[in-house]
């Protein structure tokens, strides 16, 4: 599966993906009228961060303990009955006079319920395409995912200069309910893809199954840290530009968007695994501009293109699927989702502080130098253990396994 087309011939995929382009485009929109309306109250960079990133934070917690109902809950009732759950929550955020730890509170529970939808998500992609279109499939996942954040940012920036932040959650509400109404009515009903009920026990136990290989463990760290550092920068737009976070959350997003294109239609599959550390460092260097920093123009354009970075995820899935059992792919998929994002607020938690600490440019500074560092250090990981005696270079403990990244020699 080589195009577009194929994927919106094969059938459900349409449905399927418009469905979650209406998420995101919920997600982008109640997340910048969260932070407006967080900052507006109470003049923290901390604050407003974690109101728009603090969700991810739960995804640990649903890792721990709800991530086995990824293959275990049928995906269609599951994705809907999220998607419900998803609007009556962002509606009470809009309710006038909410004090802030009631926010926190309902952004802890939205975060426990998101925790199951990368892994749904995912394992149901899986399902509905061919093995040959995984790549492809997930690329045009994350385009909508960047082009929605675009527009969703435009949109919610000029929203918010005409409409009260609360106004605008109401709208991302109604957004929430077009999505459940859209996976309910056009996807099929199918039982869950493995037996057993949703329990602690068993997601202990596929955790552990999981993490007990070294080359998926690398490649879950290559998953989450670097770029989950990069999320930092992004979760401190608001206090750096308070007129203008809009523009450079949409600036990012059409960089992603741009990224995910390349990587998913025109990179050649015995290229990719070559592209995962160069797509990683782009990801993070960009934003030492901000030492400086720069002006607002000048910042988009650096957010633009980091953010084509962030397309190094598609290479590093191809690599976890690979390595993972076929009725294991959606909870693979889920832990893969649950700690990027757990990462990705553990991040804005300490962007927000250095930034509360110092200025926003300085946080992003730092978080950005930390990303290259992991980078780089788990590079060197995958160098040594390919120098141990009696590991091939594309067995299971080759450094493909690190950060779904080849050697020069493309082997992989």
Not at 248 to 265: N, P, Q, T
Not at 316 to 330: F, Y
Request: glycine residues 12%.
């Amino acid at each position: 599966m080589r195009s577009y087309r194929d994927l919106f011939r094969t059938p459900e995929f349409t449905p399927f993906f418009l469905s979650y382009a209406a998420f995101n485009a919920a997600l982008t929109i109640g997340g910048l009228s969260l932070a407006t309306l967080v900052y507006r109250a109470t003049d923290s960079p901390l604050l407003a961060a974690m109101s728009m990133f603090g969700p991810q934070l739960a995804q640990v917690l649903g890792a721990t303990f709800l991530l086995s109902g990824a293959d275990r809950l049928p995906p269609r009732a599951t994705l809907a009955g999220m998607g419900l759950a998803f609007a009556a929550l962002t509606a009470v955020l809009a309710v006038p006079g909410l004090p802030v730890w009631a926010v926190f509170a309902v952004v802890l529970v939205q975060g426990l319920i998101a925790s199951l939808g990368g892994g749904v998500t995912g394992g149901l992609l899986n399902e509905i395409l061919p093995k040959s279109g995984f790549v492809l499939g997930r690329s045009m996942f994350n385009m909508a995912s960047g082009l929605m954040q675009v527009l969703g940012f435009a949109m919610g920036g000029a929203l918010l200069a005409l409409l009260s932040p609360r106004t605008c959650l109401l709208l991302a509400a109604a957004l929430y309910l077009t999505q459940a109404l859209g996976y309910r009515l056009g996807l099929t009903a199918r039982p869950a893809r493995a037996s057993g009920r949703l329990s602690v026990r068993a997601t202990w136990s596929s955790n552990a199954f999981l993490w007990s290989s070294r080359p998926r463990r690398l490649t879950y760290l290559g998953l989450w840290i670097p770029n989950g550092l990069v999320v930092g920068c992004d979760s401190l737009y608001v206090s750096y530009a308070p007129e203008a976070a809009g523009a450079l959350f949409a600036s990012g997003a059409l960089g992603m968007f741009a990224g995910d294109v390349w990587v998913g239609r025109f990179v050649r599959p015995a290229l990719r695994p070559r592209l995962a550390t160069p797509l990683l460092l782009l990801l993070a260097t960009p934003y030492l501009l901000f030492a400086f920093h720069p002006p607002v123009a000048v910042a988009a354009m650096a957010v633009c293109l980091s953010n084509v970075g962030f397309a190094a995820s598609l290479v590093q899935q191809e690599r976890l699927m690979s390595l993972t059992p076929d009725d294991m792919a959606g909870h693979a998929l889920g832990l893969r989702s649950a700690g990027m994002l757990t990462m990705q607020g553990v991040a804005a938690a300490l962007a927000g502080t250095v930034a509360q600490l110092t200025s926003p440019a300085t946080g992003m500074t730092v978080m950005a130098t930390g990303s290259i560092a992991v980078t780089l250090a788990l590079v060197a990981a995958g160098k040594r253990e390919e120098r141990r005696p009696g590991v091939g270079r594309d067995g299971e403990g080759g450094a493909v396994g690190v950060l779904g990244v080849a050697d020069v020699d493309g082997v992989g």
